[in-house]
């Protein structure tokens, strides 16, 4: 059975930093296209970052310079290292990875306040 699993989300203030990891269980991790996406209330689902089988990576625009995506195949893992958080990034963040087949995690909440 497929699972994406992620964790780190939490409250932080503005400035601040959070790391969010997503295990893949049940999938050639290394052959994946994965992918960070976020979904604000009222708002559509977006892609924030991306990082293909090759390591291409892409960053929505808002996020550039701020945030990291990065993988680890050994241990089929995808993170994603949040820096300089503002107000406009609260959201619930989703792990998404795509080959033949897509799958999505659970979500895990980000909240940036004050």
């Known amino acids: 059975q497929v699972q994406l699993v992620e964790s780190g989300g939490a409250l932080v203030q503005p400035g601040g930093s959070l790391r969010l990891s997503c295990t893949g269980l049940?999938?050639?991790?290394?052959?994946?296209?994965m992918a960070w996406y976020r979904q604000a209330p009222g708002n559509a689902r977006e892609l924030v970052a991306s990082i293909g089988e090759y390591y291409n990576i892409y960053y929505e625009d808002s996020v550039k310079g701020r945030f990291t995506i990065s993988r680890d195949n050994a241990k089929s893992a995808l993170f994603l290292q949040m820096n300089g958080l503002k107000l406009e990034d609260t959201a619930t963040y989703y792990c998404?990875?795509?080959?033949?087949?897509?799958?999505w995690g659970q979500g895990t909440q980000v909240t940036v306040s004050t």
């Open positions: 998404h990875a795509q080959r033949v087949h897509t799958y």
């Open positions: 049940g999938i050639p991790f290394s052959l994946y296209n």
